[in-house]
């Protein structure tokens, strides 16, 4: 199993950046395919992006693409989102998740591990 802490998030203002860090213990990190997630206001939640085991592989949210990039540190057990050029669309909390290796990536969220989120508002 593996325990899931988001942190970075806050208030920014539009055309600012942010890093989300989603710290992992327990299981080390290099087991797990993990994602982030970003859930607004009275809507779903949604997928953001996404990296395989080692790092080399990386699938995005067309609204994200360019923006936002998705990274990890195994040795550090530590995933990373950088969030550049905010959006007041943006705001929403975000959830990191991770999932078996062997399931691979894709957009979906069958994830078996969720952190409590941390929110991230970006003012017009």
């Known amino acids: 199993q593996v325990q899931l802490v988001e942190s970075g998030g806050g208030l920014v203002q539009a055309g600012g950046s942010l890093r989300l860090s989603c710290a992992a213990s327990?299981?080390?990190?290099?087991?797990?395919?993990m994602g982030w997630f970003g859930q607004a206001p009275a809507k779903e939640r949604e997928f953001v992006a996404t990296?395989?085991?080692?790092?080399?592989?990386?699938i995005y949210a067309d609204s994200v693409k360019g923006r936002f990039t998705i990274s990890r540190d195994n040795a550090k057990n530590t995933v990373y989102l950088q969030m550049n050029s905010l959006k007041p669309e943006d705001t929403a909390v975000y959830y990191c998740a991770a999932r078996d290796r062997l399931t691979g990536i894709s957009r979906d969220e069958l994830y078996s591990y969720w952190g409590q989120g941390t929110q991230v508002t970006v003012s017009s």
């Open positions: 990296i395989n085991w080692s790092g080399g592989s990386t």
């Open positions: 327990g299981r080390t990190l290099s087991y797990y395919t």
